[in-house]
């Protein structure tokens, strides 16, 4: 069996099984385009991404992510469902207890809330993170409809109203705390103007980090090079192996 799709509460997950295992999970946490039906997934319908799961495969890799409820955008429900995958991957799979996680946009902020609470993580990459909605909305404001479509979806995530949205997330902590061990990576490639305006926020938590003595590293990679993600993910998941 290659892969199994399966129900947690409402949600849809996706768990992929390598041929050689070498006892290590990997959740993923994806970003906007990120759905998990009862039969596919993002993951293997986008030609990129599929590139990325042969890649963890072949490494020996099990892969497993949720749907998330869509456009969760961090939500509280979202971490709260990541947590209890972990929690039912380690009771009904073969895998060393502390896994691997790799989130993408915003997965990032899901992947952030799950540190506080989920204390067997062995190593978080980042792929072109969203890590402070505040500021992604403030980014959004130039394009109006994009703007308004994200408003939209976040009062739905939060299950709050539009116009209290603004308020809302300016009493939310920002969770910029790393909890001590976890090693990070931060892959961000550089394309698109939304891209390079990211790059900014990107350097504050890097220096946030720093200055708490995380294990923190930083690749800038230009588009032409995305398919060496792979390769790079997994050289970090590696180096993070040796204490079991």
Request: hydrophobic share 35%; glycine share 6%.
């Amino acid at each position: 069996m290659e892969n199994r799709n399966f129900r947690l509460d409402t949600e849809w997950n996706m768990i992929h099984y390598p041929h050689r295992p070498n006892g290590f999970g990997i959740l993923i946490l994806g970003d906007e385009r990120h759905f998990v039906d009862s039969q596919n997934s993002f993951w293997t319908q986008n030609e990129g991404k599929r590139k990325l799961l042969q890649d963890f495969k072949q490494a020996g890799y099990t892969i497993f992510y949720s749907n998330l409820f869509g456009m969760n955008w961090g939500s509280q429900n979202a971490v709260d469902l990541a947590a209890r995958l972990c929690a039912h991957i380690r009771r009904t799979e073969i895998l060393n207890d502390k896994i691997h996680v790799f989130a993408e946009g915003m997965g990032a902020l899901t992947a952030l809330k799950l540190l506080k609470r989920e204390t067997r993580i062995r190593s978080l990459l980042l792929l072109n993170p969203i890590l402070s909605l505040n500021k992604h909305l403030e980014q959004e404001k130039e394009h109006k409809f994009f703007y308004k479509k994200l408003l939209q979806e976040l009062a739905t995530a939060y299950q709050i109203e539009p116009k209290d949205v603004l308020s809302y997330l300016g009493e939310q902590e920002e969770f910029l705390h790393i909890p001590n061990g976890i090693p990070v990576k931060v892959i961000h490639v550089l394309s698109g103007n939304r891209a390079y305006k990211q790059s900014t926020i990107i350097k504050e938590f890097s220096q946030t980090w720093r200055e708490q003595d995380v294990d923190f590293n930083m690749c800038y990679m230009v588009p032409e090079k995305k398919p060496q993600i792979g390769f790079q993910s997994i050289q970090f998941f590696n180096k993070h192996e040796h204490d079991l």
